[in-house]
């Protein structure tokens, strides 16, 4: 027999073959990769019957015919007859675990997001869900009605007769095990049966473990809504009782009341045998949102990145079946395989984190948007300090505007103030709370209330700097700055987690003397308590808080008052109703505002509304103290008059006069690699393909950069981006498409592109 090279051009088919093969049923599939169309796979006859969209399959792919697994997307005859196909090896799923809903809609992702379909696929369906976690294969037995009883009687062992009696006992397929059991014989009798063709055995996968058991909550009446809930509330329940698709932007003030709002027309949902999904920033999925839902629905599925695979996949299981009324979660939740969609709710939809920030780097604002609008269901919105860009489209039309301009209660705003860390020499001696805050919060202590303390530090300190030669200490993999967290007394990048003792000698003279700088959350800590004896103070921040339950412990000793002082990051400026906080101190407001990237204002006014969102809930009232050295910017000159119009008309004027979002579309496209020379290269090249192409065709597009990313190098890669901006996207996703995708770069040099970006580090 010849022997053929290992890249040898497969021999023509002949014209039988090419005939034989356009009759034959091909599925369709779509894999792991950044591959744009589907690969027409024959289906052998034994497996036709079994194969529809929405399935897994085992195939060979590439040169090497690796066995790989792809997604079904279709079936049907080969797209080109004339061509030799390979044949599908294995089927894995019994049933579809992607509805033809989704696959419309994750083609629509791979499509808008510049990446491939099976990319999206690998994505939206949970690892829990493709490894069947927490469930095993079990063999079942059922009698064989064609051999028994049959026409004449059948004289049986005693121990195998007794296994027959059990099972008709039973009156439906056991385990072997289980039926031995019941029949107080062993297996042999069992498969004796088997053998003799009186039994008949199937397979099917059965939960290993107990389900872990929900938190109870008591029900709880619905609350009376005032007349602005109301009026908000009317719109929403008309299209709902409609069936029909609207978009609806909630902009309501902190303690509005938008809860209750999405609480009743949930309500209505359930009421018509329908589910409504409830999307939540991850950071805000704490046990006091979750009681709100369980406390007010029978059946209430929460899915959060905590959850273990086989909690996910029970979960997935209980959706997909129609048994969950309201499903919240965080952004992967809009993929929930709800049968009977009725609503879909993103609450404080201005989070950033709504953003995925890898592959497929989605808005789940956009894919809820998307999802609403085929499934002909209503999309709520709600936040106190709405996106730009979605302020923007309610300006327009796109989404209708409903306001809650007045707390619930009738309660009014906390005064804000603010103090200029430049007058206060408590700043200067390193001091994390000056005097005003001090006294504030003596105050409020005193009078029996509570305080929250902010800051989107971690650590202890957040910088190290070399007296000597005035560098900054930086991760060797990192263009970041070092932290110094005491408690383990190690520096650790908070880009890489790389962690190392801290240096008594600068790296880059070694020299010795290398200071720590600034306040993190750990000396924020260590300042309260110095200053606060006897108080009860808890830190919540992803390093105090990586413990299972510790974030729910923490925040139940809050809500009880044992806790008097809660201090952290992002994580306590989301989803807190606390009404005996009376003091909010916010003590860095410029973190964020200087921040190379078009949205540092927007960030920065939103934390600074949000945290101070969480007091004067209650009875006793509250205050919010602003700790700034920038007092006269406008984002916090408006945030502490609560004036979002104010804001957001200075704010749109800016980027309009700037071409930014939300009135062009922006690409950015990441080059990334081990040798800055060759990703600058690779970066000049695509810049000035790119370029050339929006020259040649008149293209209504601009090209920003090349230039190194703000943070140059990350994980010992360097980085270049570029942006691509344009009022339609289209006009970007073309471009890309046509121009950018099949530029030939070196083979270290990787290449990310994101639509729409949030992130601009």
Known sequence: MKQRRLFEPEPEPTPWELVDRADQVCAQLVFNRPLETPFDY????????????????RVPFGRGDQAIVG?????????????????????????????????ELTRWIAERYLCGWGQVLEAVVPAGV????????????????????????????????????????EGRPVGIEQLARLAQCGTGPINALRQRGLLLSTHERVETGTAEEEQSFERLPDLQLNVEQQQVLHPILKALRAGEFRSFLLHGVTGSGKT????????EVVEYGRQAIVLVPEISLTPQTIRRFRSRFDSVAVLHSHQSDAERHRHWQQIASGRVQVVVGARSAVFAPTPHLGLIVIDEEHEHSFKQDTVPRYHAREVALERARREKVPLILGSATPTLEAWQRAQQGEFELLSLQRRAAGLRMPPVHLVDTREDPQFRSGAAIGRALRNAMQQALAAGGQVILFLNLRGFCPVLWCQACGAPVKCPNCDVSLTWHREQNEARCHSCEYTTEPPKHCPACGKPGVRYLGTGTQRLESEVRAKFPGITCVRMDSDSMRKPGSHDTALEGFRTGQTRILLGTQMISKGLDFPNVTLVGVIDADTVLHQPDLRSGERTF??????????????????????TACPQEPPIQFAAKHDYLGFVQRELRLRRQMGYPPFESLIRIILRGPDEVQVNEAAQMLGNTLRGAIDAGGLPARILGPAPAPVTRLKNLFRYHLQLASPQLATLQTLWRQHGANCKLPADVELAVDVDPINLR
């Open 260 to 267: 209750e709002v999405y609480i009743r027309a949930i309500r």
């Open 71 to 103: 997604y079904c997307v279709g079936v049907g005859r080969p797209a080109a007859p004339n061509t030799r196909l390979k044949t599908v090896l294995e089927l894995i799923d019994q049933v579809p675990i992607l509805s033809t809903q989704m696959l």
């Open 130 to 169: 493709k490894n069947q976690a927490g469930t095993r294969r079990q063999l079942l037995v059922s009698i064989n009605p064609e051999r028994w009883p049959g026409p004449e009687p059948i004289e049986l062992p005693p121990k195998q007769a007794a296994a027959m009696a059990a099972l008709q006992r």
């Open 606 to 627: 939103q934390l600074i509304a949000q945290v101070a969102g969480r007091t004067g809930r209650g009875e006793l009232g509250g205050r919010v103290l602003v700790q």
């Open 42 to 57: 024959l289906i052998p006859e034994g497996l036709q019957p079994f194969v529809k969209p929405g399935m897994r399959m």
